[in-house]
């Protein structure tokens, strides 16, 4: 069974900084692609960011050239570091590890931006 613990989450004001982790189980750690999802308050959940099996990344619009996902696959983690932070970056964030039919999801870890 996979787990997926997320960890990192704070309140900073805006401008500010956080780097969240995820530490996956598994031996099958480095084949499954790994992404970063939020969920604020109202709303959907949204995909932040993505790093492939292979290294590639993609990011939504809104955290572009803010946010820096990154991955180790020897320990089993990916980060994703958020810089110049925004009140409308407040959300839970979740950590996903997927390679169809697999799906995992952490249990998320909460952000709030705000002075």
């Known amino acids: 069974q996979v787990r997926l613990v997320e960890s990192g989450g704070d309140t900073v004001q805006p401008g500010g900084s956080l780097r969240l982790s995820c530490a996956g189980s598994?031996?099958?750690?480095?084949?499954?692609?790994m992404a970063w999802h939020r969920q604020a308050p109202g709303k959907e959940r949204e995909l932040v960011a993505l790093i492939s099996s292979d290294g590639s990344t993609n990011y939504a619009d809104s955290v572009k050239d803010r946010f820096t996902i990154s991955r180790d696959n020897a320990k089993n983690t990916v980060w994703l570091l958020m810089n110049n932070l925004k009140p409308e970056d407040t959300a839970v964030y979740y950590c996903?590890?997927?390679?169809?039919?697999?799906?995992?999801w952490g249990q998320g870890t909460q952000v709030t931006v705000s002075s």
């Open positions: 996903n590890m997927v390679r169809r039919p697999y799906d995992y």
């Open positions: 598994g031996s099958l750690f480095a084949i499954y692609n």
